[in-house]
């Protein structure tokens, strides 16, 4: 079947939020302002499509709209908030790029699935795209790694910790193999992250990881920095196996430490 074939199928058997449906769905929400302040001159376009948002996504919060909803044409969904097209377009477009909304074919939108690695997304992008700064990107792995480190320490299962403790000591047979060295590094932060238990945390602190590898894969050829970093994964595996969740965040910590510093140091290398 053709992929416009499955569209079809699948507009079909989309629940359609009506325009008499839409409304009611709106008086039912608890609003943090009336309809009659969308209006009001001391608003601009702006603030007008940013309250639209809010409002759909209080709507979805509550339950009122779910996955797979399809919202109802521009022209009704501007009579049921009484504003003009423009706003409401801009607050449809913020809604799509933050991977909540999607459009299709007939300028109808649908509630997507919503799951965490569509709401990523937008922030992946963002950090792919804005100009790097390593104090602000290990500041930002810091808060993120290190809450992981330690709900896994709280939290994986005991197969999992043995296999954090085996990539671990896997490592020391590459100290003289970046390349194999980057690929279990990978593997060895997946495996941490994935035991805390929360998929959020996780994609977040994935899409960090991946910010700057091109200097990181510079860095891995210098002379003892696998080794170093080798030995303080042992440190943090360690403390996992136990269950030692402060032991685990203060070996990651320093490891952070590291990767970071030598990040710094390999960065001219790599501008020239």
């Known amino acids: 079947m053709s992929d416009a074939a499955n569209r079809n199928r699948d507009d079909k058997t989309r629940p359609d939020v009506g325009s008499d449906g839409f409304a009611a769905l709106l008086e039912a929400e608890r609003k943090p302002a009336s309809t009659e302040n969308f209006a009001t001159e001391a608003l601009d376009r702006q603030s007008i499509s940013e309250q639209v948002a809010n409002r759909i996504l209080a709507m979805i919060k509550s339950g009122n709209l779910k996955s797979g909803d399809r ?50 997304a937008p ?34 299962s005991p197969e999992l910790r043995r296999r954090i403790l085996e990539l671990a000591r896997d490592g020391r047979a ?15 932060h997946q495996a941490i992250y ?23 894969r510079v860095a891995s050829t210098e002379p003892g920095n696998i080794e170093i970093s080798v030995r303080q994964h042992c440190d943090v595996a360690e403390a996992i196996m136990n ?13 952070l430490e590291h990767v970071r510093d030598t990040t710094i140091q390999t960065m001219p290398m790599v501008s020239k």
């Open 174 to 188: 590459f100290h003289h193999d970046p390349v194999a060295f980057r690929l279990l590094d990978i593997e060895y």
């Open 71 to 120: 919202l109802p044409t521009e022209q009704q969904m501007c009579i049921a908030f009484g504003i003009s097209r423009p706003p409401l377009r801009e607050a449809l477009k913020a809604l799509t790029l933050m991977g909540v909304l999607e459009s299709r074919q007939g300028g109808r939108y649908t509630v997507t699935d919503l799951s965490p690695s569509r709401l990523i």
């Open 123 to 156: 922030f992946n992008v963002m950090l792919s795209v804005t100009e790097y700064d390593v104090h602000e990107h290990f500041e930002a792995r810091t808060v993120v790694d290190l809450e992981l480190v330690r709900l896994c320490a709280e939290r994986a």
């Open 194 to 216: 994935s035991g805390a238990g929360n998929q959020l945390l996780m994609l977040l602190a994935q899409g960090l990881y991946d910010v700057a590898l091109d200097v990181r």
């Open 243 to 255: 269950k030692d969740a402060i032991g685990a965040v203060k070996a990651y910590r320093e490891h």
